[in-house]
């Protein structure tokens, strides 16, 4: 069964517990003064990307004062019909679809239990084997052993030798700057390929 309750702030409005809005029927006053009667309907939801998570939600937009609010589905019918005692920031969809905004699927959370689910859920991948385009390879050689090292990074080269990645990449650069001098580090002569 469908419940509809009124929008906190936005008198004229419903957010019904299966995740839908509309408007009631109301006198408006146009720009103009014209007084104007609007019929009440359900209202259309836009899909907008979310930026950090680039993952789909639904909107609608709310008119209050002659300006128009865009409000996220989802917030709304949490803020109608979940109780939050711990008055905790995010709304969590638990089946992991940002489109789905039935009651029986949001919850409270905070940041990070919302992030959790969210791996938990295969939502967000995490990055393995992801190296930045800017990253530049490191040789280093060692002129007694004539033992040779290529790493991908001045980081790993660190983690090689057991050393700080300053080290490294102050020794890179000063071989870079100044050809006619070996600086080393470890034993190793260290370059950027």
């Not at 039935?102 to 919850?107: I, Q, R, S, V």
């Not at 100044?178 to 080393?184: G, I, S």
Request: glycine fraction near 4%; include cysteine.
């Amino acid at each position: 069964m469908e419940i509809w309750k009124e929008i906190k702030d936005f008198s004229g409005y419903f957010v019904s517990s299966k995740g839908r809005v509309k408007s009631s029927d109301r006198e408006i006053v146009c720009k103009n003064g014209v007084k104007k009667m609007l019929k009440g309907k359900i209202l259309f939801q836009t899909t907008t990307i979310q930026k950090d998570t680039h993952l789909p939600r639904l909107s609608v937009q709310l008119w209050k004062n002659n300006k128009a609010y865009l409000r996220a589905v989802h917030r709304l019918v949490a803020l109608a019909f979940i109780d939050n005692p711990l008055n905790k920031p995010t709304v969590n969809h638990i089946d992991g679809n940002p489109l789905n905004n039935n009651l029986e699927n949001l919850e409270w959370n905070t940041y990070s239990e919302n992030q959790k689910h969210a791996y938990k859920m295969g939502l967000v991948k995490t990055k393995r084997n992801y190296y930045p385009s800017n990253i530049k390879s490191v040789i280093g050689f060692n002129p007694i052993t004539k033992e040779i090292i290529e790493t991908i990074s001045a980081g790993e080269m660190a983690r090689k030798l057991n050393v700080n990645i300053s080290a490294v990449t102050n020794c890179a650069r000063k071989n870079k700057n100044q050809p006619l001098k070996e600086y080393k580090c470890c034993g190793y002569i260290l370059k950027y390929k």
